[in-house]
């Protein structure tokens, strides 16, 4: 499965933007997907991940209320709708999927990524 972010840029704070992550399977409908992040000098981090139909997400914490996750599984392509960004939220923001129907929240235990689309909030 190859996966292809896209979307990232420069936004200001408090300002939005929509992350989108195409898959390249036909079957992509039964991948879980989630989208993880990576500052400079710091690890990887869940942000949100959404089960095969849509029955479950599951947020961070420090994203709830500010970002949602969908997918369109005819389109084969998951979205991350980022709103009312902080300059902490500055990274490098991965797509990933695993096989198990199971949203997670740790970066082995998914099998595909995608190469990453930078985002920058400035203040």
């Known amino acids: 499965v190859q996966l292809q972010a896209s979307g990232g840029g420069l936004v200001q704070a408090g300002g939005s933007l929509r992350l989108s992550c195409a898959g390249s399977?036909?079957?992509?409908?039964?991948?879980?997907m989630a989208w993880f992040r990576q500052a400079p000098g710091k690890e990887r981090k869940f942000v949100a991940g959404?089960?095969?139909?849509?029955?479950?997400?599951k947020y961070a914490d420090s994203v709830k209320g500010r970002f949602a996750i969908s997918r369109d599984n005819a389109k084969n392509t998951v979205y991350l709708q980022m709103n009312s960004l902080k300059p902490e939220d500055t990274a490098v923001y991965h797509c990933?999927?695993?096989?198990?129907?199971?949203?997670?929240?740790?970066?082995?235990?998914?099998?595909?990524w995608g190469q990453g689309t930078l985002v920058t909030v400035s203040s």
């Open positions: 959404i089960s095969w139909s849509v029955v479950t997400t």
């Open positions: 990933a999927a695993r096989r198990t129907n199971v949203v997670v929240t740790t970066p082995s235990n998914y099998d595909y």
């Open positions: 399977t036909r079957t992509f409908g039964t991948y879980v």
